[in-house]
């Protein structure tokens, strides 16, 4: 035991002595002092010593240990002043430098939502925020779309694994669309209600040119009497002749939405060949631009609002798409990439 204590010693002093670096030091250090060091590990062995041999083994093993350690920190101050004095040879150049001024603006998708936002503040519609992270109740049943419909389909949710919240396995998802305001708003705002939601939702979606597992949404809900088609028509073209310019046309298309009766796809004359058909629209001179229709009575209903009195229309679009026509950006994936040359375009 005292020729391998001795032996220690001899190695390590000497690989101390030859160290250049701090790091060859920190290494020196793990391999005498870590969890499996030979230091540490040398104290197991004394189990195995008669009492005489304890007592003169014991006084060399704290006087080697103390002396690798002074060894190991001496060495330290001696790199390090080495280390400042090569710092001290150098100069800093204090030249002033053009610098190219660099000047931040708001991401694309930003700037469209807020021209969206200031249009319809000035139609008389509020902002209303919904939860990203919401229940099933809201999200599908309030709005007539209950346990096993069919339409789901037309959903890919994502749910949240709920058994540490008290939520009843299956109810608690990342919010499909903005529609889950809906109900919120109906019975907070009371009639007559104008109200305008915007922000992400998320769907497991397979990821390409034109899908993505998160996107922005863009809705508008309008309660209050003799609420029409007309009035659907007429926010429709408001909205598109503001975007697109004041010659572009817009029709009403019948579509199913199980919260509307009846449902409308919004269609907007193509953008690419103004009607004559192309590549882009599939040759029909159309592009579907959003989703709408009359609010089903039920969900008048869920939002404590009576469909014999109040009438209403729900209206909405994917922000990043109409981005897309607008500028003639190929790939929704670029406005999530964080690409600043993407970016710098707008």
Known sequence: MESSISQIK???????SRAKTLKELDDIFLALFGKNGEITLLPKEFSKLTP????????LFNAVKTELESAIEKRREEIREVG??????????????????RKGHLHPITQFEKEIIDLFDKLGFQQFDAPHVDT?????ELLNIPAEHPARDLWDT???????????????????????????????????????????????????ARHNHTFEQFEI???????????????SETFLKAIFGPEIKTRLR????????????????????KGKGCRICGGVGWLELAGAGMIHPTVLQNGGINPSEYSGIAWGFGPERLIMLKY???????????DLKFLEKF
């Open 52 to 59: 005489s041999e304890k007592q003169k083994i014991g006084p």
């Open 158 to 208: 994502l749910y949240i694994d709920s058994k540490n919240s008290g939520i009843q396995p299956g109810k608690l998802l990342l919010r499909t669309h903005t529609s889950n305001a809906q109900i919120r708003a109906m019975r907070d705002i009371k009639t007559p209600l104008r109200m305008m939601s915007l922000g992400r939702c998320f769907r497991y979606e397979a990821v390409d």
């Open 10 to 16: 001899k190695d390590y002093l000497d690989k101390i």
């Open 136 to 140: 099933d109740e809201y999200n599908f």
């Open 328 to 338: 003639g950006i190929a790939d929704l994936r670029e406005f999530l990439s964080g």
């Open 84 to 101: 400042y004095a090569e710092l001290t040879g150098e100069g800093l150049d204090l030249q002033p430098v053009e610098v190219k001024p």
């Open 221 to 235: 809900v309008y309660v209050d009497k003799r609420v029409s088609m007309t009035n659907l028509q007429y926010l």
């Open 254 to 273: 019948p579509k199913y939405f199980p919260f509307v009766e009846p449902g409308a796809g919004v269609e907007g004359e193509c953008v690419f060949c």
